[in-house]
C-alpha cells in the first residue's frame, strides 16, 4: 500500500524518533511511504481548547496534503491526533467550512489510522517481525481507548514481539492526567492523578512504558524522572520496529 505517513507537531518538534520508528517499521512490512512536506499541526489544540473557527486553515491543509487518490492510507503515531482527523475535523468543516473543504475531510478522515489499527485492521498484521527483550507494561491512552476505541490491538502487538516481557498495567485506563492544556489549566488535578499513574507504572517494575501518544509518554516520562525511576518510555512503534538485526538499546538507567 501507499502510505501517507503524518508526522504530528508534537512527534516532529519532541520526538521524532517515533515518527522515523514508525516509517521504518512500515517500510519493513513492504509498505511504500509518502510524507507530504507541506503538513502542519493538525488543530487539536485548537478545537480542544475551544477555538473551532481558527483551525479551518489547518483541517483545509491536512485535507489537501493527504486526500491525493494515490495515498491508499494515511497512518499517525499518536491516537488523539487521529482521533482528530477522523471526528473533528468534521465538525470544524461543518459548522465553519466550505463545500470543498466539507468534501475533503469526508475524503480523507476515512482513510486516516491509529498505527495499530492500520497494523492491526488494514494490513491484518500482528506479528511485525520485532524483538524487544526487556519488561514492558502498556498505558491505553484516553483517545485511543474511547475516541477510536482501538481496544486491545496494541496489547496484540506487543504481545507477539519477540523476548517481550509484558506486564499488565494496574488500572491501566485511567487517565494519566495530561489532556494538552488541561495539565496547564488544572494543574493540580492533572498532578494528582499523574502521581497515580506512576505509581502503577513503578509497581509493575517494567524497564519501559509505552503507549501510542507521544504526548501522554511525555507526561508520565516527567513524572517518572522526578522520582528518579528506572522506568523509561517509549512509543510502541519505537518496540515494533526494533528487530534482533537492529535492536533498541535501553539506556543504563532502564535496565
Given at each position: 500500500m ?6 504530528t507537531?508534537?512527534?516532529d518538534?519532541l ?16 509498505h511504500e511511504l ?8 493538525c488543530g487539536q489544540?485548537?478545537v480542544?481548547?475551544?477555538y473551532?473557527r ?13 486526500g ?9 503515531p499518536?491516537?488523539?491526533c487521529a482521533?482528530?482527523v ?5 465538525i470544524?468543516?461543518?459548522r ?6 466539507r468534501?475533503?475531510v469526508?475524503?480523507v478522515k ?13 494490513a491484518d ?5 520485532a524483538y524487544f527483550?526487556h519488561r514492558?507494561?502498556?498505558h ?5 481507548l474511547?475516541m477510536?476505541?482501538?481496544g ?5 502487538l506487543l504481545k507477539a514481539?519477540?523476548g517481550i516481557d509484558?506486564i ?10 495530561f489532556?494538552g492544556?488541561?495539565a496547564v489549566?488544572?494543574?493540580a488535578?492533572s ?7 506512576v505509581?502503577h507504572v513503578?509497581h509493575t517494575g517494567a524497564a519501559?512504558c509505552?503507549?501510542?501518544?507521544s504526548?501522554c ?8 524522572s522526578?522520582?528518579?525511576?528506572r522506568t523509561?518510555?517509549?512509543h510502541?512503534?519505537?518496540i ?6 537492529t535492536?533498541y ?5 532502564a535496565q
Amino acid at each position: 500500500m501507499r502510505i501517507g505517513l503524518f508526522a504530528t507537531c508534537l512527534s516532529d518538534t519532541l520526538f521524532p524518533d517515533a515518527v522515523k520508528a514508525t516509517a521504518v517499521l512500515l517500510t519493513r512490512l513492504g509498505h511504500e511511504l509518502v510524507f507530504p512536506p507541506g503538513q502542519t499541526c493538525c488543530g487539536q489544540m485548537h478545537v480542544n481548547t475551544g477555538y473551532q473557527r481558527e483551525p479551518v486553515p489547518l483541517v483545509r491543509n491536512f485535507a489537501e496534503q493527504f486526500g491525493d487518490r494515490v495515498i491508499d492510507a494515511v497512518v499517525v503515531p499518536s491516537g488523539s491526533c487521529a482521533g482528530c482527523v477522523r471526528h473533528q475535523h468534521e465538525i470544524v468543516a461543518e459548522r465553519y467550512g466550505d463545500r470543498t473543504l466539507r468534501a475533503g475531510v469526508a475524503a480523507v478522515k476515512d482513510k486516516t489510522y491509529e498505527l495499530s489499527e492500520f497494523l492491526v485492521d488494514v494490513a491484518d498484521t500482528v506479528n511485525v517481525g520485532a524483538y524487544f527483550p526487556h519488561r514492558v507494561t502498556y498505558h491505553p491512552t484516553c483517545h485511543s481507548l474511547r475516541m477510536l476505541r482501538v481496544g486491545d490491538k496494541p496489547l496484540r502487538l506487543l504481545k507477539a514481539v519477540e523476548g517481550i516481557d509484558l506486564i499488565e498495567l494496574p488500572e491501566a485506563d485511567t487517565c494519566c492526567g495530561f489532556g494538552g492544556t488541561f495539565a496547564v489549566k488544572n494543574a493540580a488535578t492533572s498532578a494528582a492523578m499523574l502521581t497515580d499513574k506512576v505509581k502503577h507504572v513503578t509497581h509493575t517494575g517494567a524497564a519501559v512504558c509505552t503507549a501510542g501518544d507521544s504526548s501522554c509518554l511525555m507526561h508520565i516520562g516527567g513524572g517518572l524522572s522526578r522520582i528518579r525511576s528506572r522506568t523509561r518510555t517509549l512509543h510502541l512503534a519505537q518496540i515494533l520496529a526494533a528487530t534482533r538485526a537492529t535492536p533498541y538499546q535501553l539506556t543504563e538507567a532502564a535496565q
